[in-house]
């Protein structure tokens, strides 16, 4: 991962926490909609219901995840802020949130 990578995506005028930002509206939906059974359910509801109340936390996340994104994620670190929004799908659904320790990271902001 080069440090162009990093910079494009981590700077303030990057597109890239706003469109996470989106996504996670997105998963909370997902996440309020699951059955009871599906694992890590309780800490996911947790963190659903902190992603829609008000105040940083969503940006906070955001930002949160998109750097967790470029650590551990080979396509984020090749293209950075021109990741397509279905590549971020991809991260943040079924990487990201299925993610026990990530989802208690986010819990833990």
Do not use: W
């Amino acid at each position: 991962m080069s440090l162009a990578v990093v910079q494009s995506a981590m700077s303030p005028g990057s597109n890239m926490t706003g469109r996470i930002q989106s996504q996670l509206i997105i998963e909370t939906g997902i996440i309020l909609a699951e059955d009871a059974g599906t694992a890590n359910h309780a800490n996911r509801v947790t963190l659903a219901g902190k992603l829609l109340a008000p105040g940083d936390f969503l940006a906070t996340a955001a930002a949160h995840l998109g750097k967790r994104a470029l650590e551990i994620n080979s396509t984020a670190q090749s293209k950075g802020n021109d990741l397509s929004d279905s590549e971020i799908e991809y991260i943040i659904r079924s990487t990201m949130l299925n993610d026990a320790g990530i989802v208690a990271e986010l819990n833990a902001l």
